[in-house]
Nanobody, 124 residues
C-alpha cells in the first residue's frame, strides 16, 4: 500500500495560482501512475490530471488543459499540480491517487491508493 499526503491548498482570488504537492511513501514501487482528482460539494469526484510514471506521459481534463500542469519528482516521491489562472469553478477538495493499473489515456484510479485531500477555494 502507498500512503499519500497532500498539501498546498488554500484560498485565492480568481486568476491566482497554487501548487499542490503529494508526498508518497510505502510501497511506491508498485505504482504505475499518479493523478489528481477533485470533488466539489454535491458533485462526483472527477479526474483532473494523470501522469504515467514510466514515460511521464500526461492526461488532462478539458476544463484545466493549458492552466494546470502535473509533474513528479521521482527522487522525492512527490507529485505536484501547478494551477494557474484559477477560476471559481476550480473550487473543490483535491485528492492525490497512486494506481497499480493504468489504461493509456484514462485516469489513474484503478486499484489505487488515495490521500486525504487538500481544499482549494477560489473566490471571484
Amino acid at each position: 500500500q502507498v500512503q499519500l499526503v497532500e498539501s498546498g491548498g488554500g484560498s485565492v482570488q480568481a486568476g491566482g495560482s497554487l501548487r499542490l504537492s503529494c508526498v508518497a511513501s510505502g510501497y511506491t514501487y508498485s505504482s504505475v501512475c499518479m493523478g489528481w482528482f477533485r470533488q466539489a460539494p454535491g458533485k462526483e469526484r472527477e479526474g483532473v490530471a494523470t501522469i504515467r510514471i514510466g514515460d511521464g506521459s500526461t492526461v488532462y481534463a478539458d476544463s484545466v488543459q493549458g492552466r494546470f500542469t502535473i509533474s513528479r519528482d521521482n527522487a522525492k516521491n512527490t507529485l505536484y499540480l501547478q494551477m494557474n489562472s484559477l477560476k471559481p469553478e476550480d473550487t473543490a477538495m483535491y485528492y492525490c491517487a497512486a494506481g497499480r493499473i493504468y489504461r493509456v489515456g484514462s485516469w489513474c484510479n484503478v486499484n489505487a491508493d488515495w490521500g486525504q485531500g487538500t481544499q482549494v477555494t477560489v473566490s471571484s
